[in-house]
């Protein structure tokens, strides 16, 4: 897995930079088609013990940023970063590290709680819960930082959304998205999906790694 742009990769397999990005935009679709089979909703319930929480996954948005459109809409514009944008939804597994979910992209403006609502919350079961940060509320489904109990519940809530934070990182270290994106935004919505589709299969096969967690939260 590199995370160079097209020139530094381009000098690595011996070849001009535009060679290099002609032959992996052919590649990129491929592995982007691949996210229905290796990013599931169902992997959430692997391991997830429901006798200690009814809580299985950490959900947050990240926004990559964009060159503003013409004619301008103010509703790509994010106002937390203060640039236009192309916002995400990912979450992923309490129990057992997984990215689970994906949808985008979004409008910069658009709120995490709306695509929440609009999206992922009809797929939850009845009973289920899901982590999120504090601009979350509204829905009891919702378990955001207000919601601890104990100290010890605040620390394993911090824990687990800081290993979502983790998730981001790994997918900004690729140069294509710590860049402003000048493509078209359904090439952005391939990349995206394609680096999470990678980042799961490095998680499956031990590439990538994330750290082990003790979550026991109640919400009974």
Request: proline share 1%; aromatic share 12%; glycine share 8%.
């Amino acid at each position: 897995m590199r995370y160079s742009g097209d020139e530094a990769c381009g000098q690595i397999v011996g070849c001009h930079s535009n060679t290099f990005r002609k032959w992996a935009w052919k590649f990129i679709p491929l592995v982007f088609d691949l996210h229905h089979q290796v990013i599931r909703l169902d992997n959430r319930l692997n391991g997830w013990n429901k006798t200690e929480s009814n809580t299985n996954m950490v959900m947050d948005a990240t926004t990559f940023g964009v060159n503003d459109s013409y004619p301008f809409d103010s509703k790509m514009w994010d106002v937390k970063r203060s640039k236009a944008g192309l916002k995400y939804l990912v979450a992923h597994a309490i129990s057992n590290g997984n990215i689970v979910y994906w949808s985008g992209w979004h409008k910069g403006s658009k709120s995490d709680i709306k695509m929440f609502k609009e999206e992922l919350m009809g797929l939850m079961g009845e009973d289920e819960c899901i982590e999120a940060d504090a601009g979350c509320s509204g829905k009891f489904c919702i378990k955001n930082p207000n919601t601890a109990k104990t100290r010890r519940a605040k620390q394993q809530k911090g824990i687990v959304r800081a290993r979502q934070e983790t998730i981001f990182c790994k997918m900004k270290k690729f140069k294509c998205l710590r860049d402003t994106w000048i493509h078209s935004y359904e090439k952005h919505r391939q990349a995206v999906g394609a680096i999470l589709v990678s980042l799961q299969l490095g998680l499956e096969l031990g590439t990538v790694s994330l750290w082990d967690v003790e979550y026991e939260v109640e919400y009974f």
